[in-house]
């Protein structure tokens, strides 16, 4: 296991203060639940997007693939 240092900005650390104390987990935990989330979705994003740029040349905006997955983009 690798130990990070994360630098959030003040309201992402704000968020993630509430979601401990409401749901009894830990920072690190929520945060590592958040990053197998999000390295899931990127990797469903890259499969749709090889697999699209296999049948032919377009390419696509993130926003399209996002849309495409059902998934929207998170802003904080």
């Known amino acids: 296991m690798i130990e990070l240092k994360l630098d959030l900005?003040?309201?992402?650390?704000?968020?993630?203060?509430?979601?401990?104390?409401?749901?009894k987990r830990s920072k690190e935990f929520i945060i590592q639940e958040a990053l197998i989330q999000y390295l899931e979705n990127a990797e469903d994003v890259a499969?749709?997007?090889?697999?699209?740029?296999?049948?032919?040349?377009?390419?696509y905006t993130?926003?399209?693939?996002?849309?495409h997955l059902n998934l929207k983009e998170v802003n904080v």
Request: charged share 35%.
């Open 47 to 59: 499969k749709v997007f090889e697999r699209e740029t296999q049948k032919g040349d377009k390419t």
């Open 9 to 23: 900005p003040k309201g992402l650390e704000q968020h993630l203060t509430y979601l401990e104390i409401i749901s």
């Open 62 to 67: 993130t926003e399209e693939l996002l849309q």
